[in-house]
């Protein structure tokens, strides 16, 4: 049997974070740094030995001390937000340093695929976020974090659910399939994002181009998003530091439905319209009375709280990062939560003068309960907004308000019932990890070793009570478990080298191999007839049937060869040249490697002599580069035909069971590819306080990965997806940042926006994806053709209401139809648009109504400062696209028997009356509340999403009690919203995979919160 190495990874964690060397004889500098515009001292500089890993930070009194190994070495003090400066040491013992403030800048270090670069080096296109930037935000993972703050990189929500992450996506809907990006965490590819603590962070990078991504190779093609978390620095003083924040949340908005007179009044109109009598149920001056709004009785406020601790520090030859963090949210309605408990260990060491050994580990265990709120009928916000408005939440006796009492009061179940009897939970135990070694070999020749586990044990818990006082019975209880183990290792090794030679060519390379492994084991069982449903009767061992039981087994696993070279000349031309060899088991023999090269090239056009005497320029740089790509997010072994059992056979009057074919193989399937090119512009102007970065590109996506139609004489075999399709997205980024000071108030604005257009170049013959259906009309909301954006919406155009009989019998739409001729269609009915003019409304009539694709997103960041006060304020904002309002094309419709919503006050009467809300009605002759442009809604907005108040005391009032620092600050998350948008929330995700996007069930809406905190270092 394999063993895991698990225990032997801890084990060289624990050994290396005891090792320590002895220290060498070194001689200490000391000194204070202060601000040059106020004077001030600046706490939490990093000072570090140039061309080696020793450093350490100032003060609260912006004090250092620091050990250096030579009379002639060169000190960098650098700090977010002011200009480095290298000093040399000189012989000197005291050396005072004044930093000045600046943008920021092409100087700073950005982390790349197997290494890091200067932002002024970098030719392909990355964007970077500083930890600094998202912590102490309310949110419950880096992913929200990271919304708005790059142009091109785009997180859509899905959901405003305690601990949805959201779905990322960069430059556009990169396939039909699973187009989230690579995600590495400390040299480790990890999934998601939301397991990671926020405040653990010391930056995001985000690689969008082919050449920064290349050598991700078959993982790349959605993207790149490379996670660091902080970390000791040497000769650093142990510091503690605590970060804690409570607050609360509530909804942003709710719909405004029909009160109790108002709804039975419409009720009987419908019966009046149809000449038929009003039922008897509507006559009961019982239900006259407003008795509740099931919006507010079904949300709540909601709650948050935040513990982060962190102590940090290291000596001569070792450094440590301790933090454990604590995050709890109860969200707006009841029973639903996430809460996570995280404990990371970061830590490295130097052995000698060649070799270094580091380890990252981080423990988390995650709990949630999202609820059902996609789905229609048992979805608890859709519920809510239909549910009766004279039925209590419960009678006087204590038991639940039910609508069984009549058919017409409709077939759901009370929300506040359901939200409060769900038993159901998701937890996640996770173990992320590596180990790293570097030995120089020679002078820029270093061999480096990274072995890497990421471990998940899964499990989910849903247990449903018997049900018989809602209209929605459940005669059986049942509880089901399932149960997931899969743990992924990862080997790399590889060679990097950079030298200068002749002063003016710079050579870094680098080279190597990793393989990684995924394996999963799933294991579920469902019991039902529970005697007792106490909580602690709910285990399995309590249910007397059997319900269903399964399980199975994955395995997955990739090899991989890559190389890159960057190269300098003059500190003028740059290029670099980058190419991956993947090897995948999800692909038969013939299709196994895939090859992935990129190239792309740089101009500094400011260090060109002919550029010298052009003062409005501090720098200027051109870049372009192509590459491809890979995705392999498909189902694995696609190659294989599967035999299924479980089938029944007629041999003469025997039935027998036996087996099937249950899939087709596909010998040819292989990875999708995307090809890549990006020209990007960067400069830095008026005296290094602007800079902007302008890149466009176009992504063509190939062989994509699509499920061809199939016949009936096919059987009941699924049909593997083939390599059919093209997909393309091209666009425009754009990011500004002006930084500069007038004395003591320093200032940041800072704005992106992107402007992608996607497109589908080809589907499998000229055929269509569509979404799933929805709702009584029962038809997709969202399509897919060629020659259109990813999952258009479709449906029928409309042109107002029929005002008079005259209108029917006069329209041409309607020529032909024969609803026309037998009176179907009446006056106050939509009139639908005959688009191939055959006088007749069906099917052939429907058409692509819309996009739910920004033309443009764009983000906008201000931080300001003066003396101990901070304020940071953060805009996002979506402009160009479309929302279908699925919930509004039921809650208008009167053939429904729920609540409707309350513009149905302004119904059509008689003729003049409207032109936009139908008459009252119970038949659907016309079926009038099919998918049309009547739900189309503009979808721009423009949102607070962040607002940070803070003051830091002074460090000189501080220090009397031993604190280093110490910050008060209250927090806004979405504080308001500008948007005409009808809906609960104008920021909707995915429903339907990529598929089907910006359509409104009456999601989870993300609520308004305010926090309080307090950051205390000591």
């Given at each position: 049997?394999?063993?895991?190495?698990?225990?032997?990874?801890?084990?060289?964690?624990?050994?290396?974070?005891?090792?320590?060397?002895?220290?060498?004889?070194?001689?200490?500098?000391?000194?204070?740094?202060?601000?040059?515009?106020?004077?001030?001292?600046?706490?939490?500089?990093?000072?570090?030995?140039?061309?080696?890993?020793?450093?350490?930070?100032?003060?609260?009194?912006?004090?250092?001390?620091?050990?250096?190994?030579?009379?002639?070495?060169?000190?960098?003090?650098?700090?977010?937000?002011?200009?480095?400066?290298?000093?040399?040491?000189?012989?000197?013992?005291?050396?005072?340093?004044?930093?000045?403030?600046?943008?920021?800048?092409?100087?700073?270090?950005?982390?790349?695929?197997y290494g890091t670069q200067q932002k002024k080096d970098v030719t392909g296109a990355v964007a970077s976020v500083k930890g600094s930037e998202i912590q102490n935000l309310p949110v419950s993972g880096a992913t929200q974090a990271l919304q708005g703050r790059s142009a091109g990189v785009n997180v859509v929500r899905n959901g405003g659910s305690p601990g949805n992450a959201g779905s990322i996506r960069i430059r556009g809907t990169g396939t039909i399939n699973n187009a989230d990006p690579l995600v590495i965490i400390d040299g480790v590819p990890a999934g998601g994002l939301n397991s990671v603590n926020p405040n653990d962070i010391e930056s995001i990078e985000v690689l969008k181009d082919a050449s920064a991504s290349a050598i991700y190779g078959t993982r790349a093609a959605n993207g790149v998003v490379i996670v660091t978390t902080r970390?000791?620095?040497?000769?650093?003083?142990?510091?503690?530091?605590?970060?804690?924040?409570?607050?609360?949340?509530?909804?942003?908005?709710?719909?405004?439905?029909?009160?109790?007179?108002?709804?039975?009044?419409?009720?009987?109109?419908?019966?009046?319209?149809?000449?038929?009598?009003?039922?008897?149920?509507?006559?009961?001056?019982?239900?006259?009375?407003?008795?509740?709004?099931?919006?507010?009785?079904?949300?709540?406020?909601?709650?948050v709280n935040n513990v982060d601790v962190s102590v940090a520090g290291g000596g001569v030859n070792s450094s440590y990062m301790l933090s454990g963090g604590y995050y709890d949210e109860q969200g707006v309605i009841t029973n639903s939560y996430f809460r996570r408990l995280s404990v990371r260990l970061n830590s490295d060491h130097k052995i000698g003068k060649r070799l270094k050994i580091g380890e990252s580990i981080q423990l988390t265990n995650s709990r949630d309960n999202a609820l059902n709120t996609l789905s229609a009928q048992t979805g608890v916000i859709w519920s809510a907004i239909r549910f009766m408005p004279f039925i209590p939440v419960t009678y006087d006796d204590g038991t639940w308000g039910t609508s069984k009492a009549s058919n017409e009061y409709g077939d759901i179940n009370n929300p506040v019932f359901t939200a409060a009897t769900t038993d159901a939970a998701n937890i996640n135990n996770r173990i992320l990890g590596n180990v790293t070694a570097e030995l120089e070999i020679i002078k820029g020749l270093k061999l480096k070793a990274n072995l890497g586990l990421d471990a998940n044990h899964y499990t989910a818990k849903n247990f449903s009570i018997i049900i018989t006082d809602q209209t929605r019975t459940n005669n059986n209880n049942e509880l089901s478990r399932s149960f997931s183990e899969s743990y992924s290792l990862l080997g790399e090794y590889f060679l990097s080298y950079n030298k200068i030679f002749a002063d003016k060519h710079k050579v870094d390379v680098v080279g190597g191999y990793t393989a990684q492994s995924f394996n999963g084991d799933y294991f579920s069982a469902a019991k039902r007839d529970f005697i007792n449903e106490n909580s602690n009767q709910r285990y399995l061992d309590v249910g007397q049937t059997l319900r269903a039981i399964g399980g199975n087994r994955t395995y997955d696993a990739l090899s991989s060869w890559f190389g890159r070279i960057n190269y300098d000349f003059d500190k003028r031309y740059l290029l670099t040249a980058t190419f991956r060899a993947d090897g995948s088991s999800k692909f038969a023999d013939d299709n196994k490697w895939g090859y992935f090269p990129a190239f792309s090239a740089g101009w500094r056009i400011s260090n060109e002599q002919f550029f010298k005497n052009v003062t409005f320029f501090d720098e200027l740089k051109l870049t372009g580069g192509w590459g491809q790509l890979g995705n392999q997010n498909v189902a694995s072994l696609q190659y294989l035909a599967l035999i299924g059992g479980g089938h029944r056979y007629s041999f003469g009057n025997n039935t027998v069971v036996g087996s099937t074919q249950s899939r087709i193989p596909n010998l040819n399937i292989s990875w999708e590819t995307a090809e890549m090119t990006n020209i990007g512009l960067t400069a830095e102007m008026l005296s290094r306080t602007l800079q902007v970065n302008i890149n466009y590109f176009i992504k063509n996506t190939k062989?994509?990965?699509?499920?061809?139609?199939?016949?009936?004489?096919?059987?009941?075999?699924?049909v593997p997806d083939q390599n059919v399709g093209i997909l393309r997205n091209q666009g425009l980024e754009i990011d500004l940042t002006y930084r500069n000071s007038a004395g003591a108030f320093n200032y940041s604005l800072s704005g992106n926006a992107a402007f992608i257009k996607n497109k589908v170049i080809k589907l499998y013959d000229g055929n269509y994806i569509g979404s799933v259906f929805y709702g009584r009309p029962n038809q997709e909301i969202s399509r897919t053709y060629e020659g259109h954006p990813i999952g258009v919406f479709y449906g029928w155009k409309t042109d107002g209401l029929y005002q008079t009989q005259d209108d029917i019998d006069k329209d041409a739409n309607i020529a032909n139809d024969s609803r026309r001729t037998d009176g179907l269609i009446r006056p106050g009915d939509v009139r639908f648009i005959d688009l191939n003019n055959d006088g007749i409304i069906n099917e052939d009539d429907r058409t692509i109504l819309g996009s739910p694709h920004p033309k443009v997103v764009y983000g906008f960041n201000a931080n300001l400062e003066y003396k101990?006060?901070?304020?940071?304020?953060?805009?996002?904002?979506?402009?160009?696209?479309?929302?279908?309002?699925?919930?509004?094309?039921?809650?208008?419709?009167?053939?429904?028997?729920?609540?409707?919503?309350?513009?149905?006050?302004?119904?059509?009467?008689?003729?003049?009356?409207?032109?936009?809300?139908?008459?009252?009605?119970?038949?659907?002759?016309?079926?009038?509340?099919?998918?049309?442009?009547?739900?189309?809604e503009k979808g721009d907005f423009l949102r607070l999403k962040n607002a940070v108040l803070g003051y830091t005391l002074p460090a000189g009032l501080t220090a009397k009690v031993g604190i280093s620092k110490l910050r008060v600050y209250i927090t806004g998350q979405n504080v308001f919203t500008f948007t005409k948008y009808s809906g609960l929330d104008p920021e909707l995700g995915y429903t339907d995979g990529n598929r089907q996007i910006n359509v409104d069930y009456a999601q989870y809406p993300q609520s308004r919160s305010w926090t309080f905190g307090l950051n205390v270092t000591f």
């Open positions: 049997m394999r063993q895991s190495p698990l225990p032997r990874i801890l084990l060289l964690c624990l050994i290396a974070s005891c090792l320590s060397a002895f220290a060498l004889g070194q001689s200490v500098v000391k000194g204070k740094i202060t601000d040059q515009s106020t004077g001030e001292a600046i706490q939490g500089v990093t000072i570090s030995v140039k061309g080696t890993n020793d450093g350490t930070m100032s003060d609260a009194g912006g004090n250092y001390s620091i050990s250096v190994g030579s009379a002639n070495a060169i000190l960098v003090f650098s700090f977010t937000g002011y200009t480095t400066q290298e000093i040399s040491v000189a012989g000197k013992s005291e050396i005072n340093v004044i930093l000045a403030t600046a943008a920021a800048s092409l100087s700073e270090v950005v982390v790349v695929g970390r000791g620095g040497y000769e650093q003083p142990s510091r503690l530091t605590i970060n804690a924040y409570t607050g609360t949340s509530s909804v942003i908005k709710t719909l405004d439905m029909l009160d109790a007179p108002t709804l039975v009044e419409l009720k009987k109109e419908r019966y009046t319209n149809d000449g038929l009598p009003v039922n008897e149920v509507w006559n009961n001056p019982d239900n006259l009375v407003q008795r509740t709004n099931w919006q507010d009785a079904l949300f709540r406020k909601g709650k062989d994509m990965l699509l499920a061809p139609p199939t016949v009936g004489t096919i059987g009941i075999a699924a101990g006060f901070d304020l940071t304020l953060f805009f996002l904002g979506n402009a160009g696209l479309s929302i279908f309002n699925a919930d509004r094309m039921q809650g208008l419709d009167p053939t429904y028997s729920f609540n409707m919503y309350a513009e149905t006050k302004d119904r059509w009467t008689g003729a003049g009356t409207s032109n936009t809300i139908p008459r009252m009605t119970t038949l659907r002759n016309n079926l009038n509340y099919r998918t049309s442009d009547m739900f189309i």
